[in-house]
């Protein structure tokens, strides 16, 4: 199932005096250093490009492209960021000339379409969450929470409690909590979870007091697990004076199900990229945006589009109250575009069954495993679930040195084509394994990962050595990870 090819870096290519193409001779020579500032000229030194005939740069770049790896290359179950199929049809959308066309500068009068398609994904969006109105422009799920803890901030500020400079954060949080958090200027306390992996309410009521601007959570938690206190801990929250923050990375399995607002969260993000099957990731492009229960929506960001009912055309508003600007006009229109293509895709009767299908395929891969893997939360879980390390009668162990970590089974994946689950996330659990299928996969495609994972597990029993030398069929073959992270530069 090895689908990589080796391919030499382009400079171990190049040959001196070899070209793939020649420019044409420049005109105006003296007219364009002209006008270049001295600084930016370069003198005598060389440009250190490499020299390669085109059919060696067309082979060199597809051989490249082969050593990929992506959703569209095979089973991604990388827990914790919905890691979806994203229909091809989305994409023809997006490059229809009159949205590739628009230039974002361009005066409302003359961008009606477009104003109206962000109106009409804002609304769904605010529809599917249970909220008043969501703003689009926020670049991503991070930038969106930053832009969600603002709105938070300046809701305290414009009533003058200016004393409220803490938020609330389980300890089972994604990581951007705290962090947005901090860039937000919020101090973050943290709140512990009780043995089933839920927020201990106890432990959150000495927690809650005047200083407090409200508190982040993922529903379902990034353990898979439903929060079933969200009533109880939203009425705590509220009668403190915070506000309730929901982060929408997990929001997939509750997609026509389960609405945040209902359950009592003032302020959200989504990542269209996650949910709504935009492309993810490379850092980008993608899309955060945030949605607020009724008589918080003139803080969100500008601009604000409107619809004017008396001119029947939609606007562009700056309000007064807003937090300010997030970003430079409308944020990335054609991810906006991709996932109003996914959502008419879906309609009414597809959303719902997008979210139930992920929480199924999730407990069809968990029970499949737990015999072979160690599961510390048993019962049902939604749309990913958490394994602890190998069972120890197939060589896990959290105290013996030689035993078979999850980097050597997440290492051993790769050579059956697979791409490896999130591993040690979750901190609650030594050896974290967060699976999450989505619901865009087969059952056949499950299967077949339900069966490398058996396989993984007999072999870490038996023949422990080829897990901790592997993967052997990648183009890399195993690194010092912690020199990796620290030199991108690997030794083929």
Do not use: W
Request: charged fraction near 20%; glycine fraction near 10%; proline fraction near 7%.
């Amino acid at each position: 199932m090895n689908r990589t090819v080796y391919s030499p870096l382009i400079f171990e290519l190049s040959k001196a005096g070899r070209k793939g193409y020649s420019l044409p001779q420049n005109p105006c020579p003296d007219y364009q250093t002209s006008q270049l500032p001295t600084e930016l000229l370069r003198q005598n030194a060389p440009t250190r490009l490499p020299e390669a005939d085109e059919l060696t740069v067309a082979r060199h770049y597809t051989n490249m492209s082969g050593n990929n790896f992506g959703v569209d290359t095979g089973f991604y179950p990388l827990g914790s960021c919905t890691m979806k199929y994203n229909p091809k049809i989305n994409e023809e959308m997006a490059a229809l000339p009159g949205f590739t066309g628009i230039h974002p500068a361009q005066d409302a009068p003359y961008m009606q379409g477009a104003l109206k398609l962000y109106d009409e994904v804002q609304r769904t969006l605010a529809e599917v969450a249970g909220l008043s109105r969501f703003t689009l422009n926020p670049f991503a799920g991070a930038h969106g929470e930053l832009t969600g803890l603002m709105v938070i901030r300046t809701y305290h500020e414009k009533r003058g409690d200016l004393q409220r400079t803490k938020i609330i954060v389980p300890d089972s949080a994604h990581g951007t909590n705290p962090a947005s958090a901090a860039v937000c200027g919020l101090q973050i306390v943290q709140v512990k979870s009780t043995a089933d992996g839920t927020v201990d309410v106890e432990d959150l009521k000495p927690l809650l007091g005047p200083d407090i601007a409200g508190m982040m959570m993922t529903n379902p938690n990034t353990l898979g697990i439903f929060e079933r206190q969200i009533p109880e801990i939203a009425r705590l929250v509220h009668e403190c004076g915070g506000l309730m923050y929901y982060d929408g990375a997990n929001l997939n399995p509750m997609l026509g199900v389960c609405r945040p607002g209902d359950m009592g969260f003032d302020v959200m993000h989504i990542n269209l990229h996650k949910t709504f099957s935009t492309p993810h990731g490379g850092g980008g492009p993608g899309s955060g945006p945030v949605g607020v229960r009724a008589g918080l929506e003139d803080y969100l960001p500008n601009p604000q589009v409107h619809f004017n009912a008396e001119t029947q055309r939609y606007e562009l508003r700056c309000n007064g109250e807003a937090l300010g600007h997030v970003s430079a006009f409308l944020g990335n229109f054609g991810i906006i575009v991709r996932a109003y293509a996914y959502l008419l895709t879906l309609g009414k009767e597809g959303i719902p069954m997008a979210g139930k299908l992920s929480v199924l395929n999730a407990n069809y891969i968990k029970e499949c495993l737990k015999d072979y893997y160690c599961l510390p939360i048993d019962g049902l879980c939604k749309h990913e679930f958490v394994f602890d390390g190998l069972l120890p009668q197939y060589g896990g162990s959290h105290t013996d040195a030689s035993h078979i970590t999850t980097l050597e089974v997440a290492k051993r994946l790769l050579d059956y084509g697979f791409h490896a689950p999130t591993i040690y996330f979750p901190l609650l659990f030594h050896e974290s394994m967060m699976i999450e299928p989505t619901e865009t996969e087969s059952k056949e495609t499950l299967d077949a990962f339900i069966d490398v994972m058996k396989k993984i597990a007999k072999e870490a029993l038996h023949h422990p050595e080829m897990l901790r030398q592997a993967p052997h069929s990648t183009p890399v073959r195993r690194l010092d990870d912690v020199k990796a992270v620290k030199d991108a530069k690997f030794s083929f």
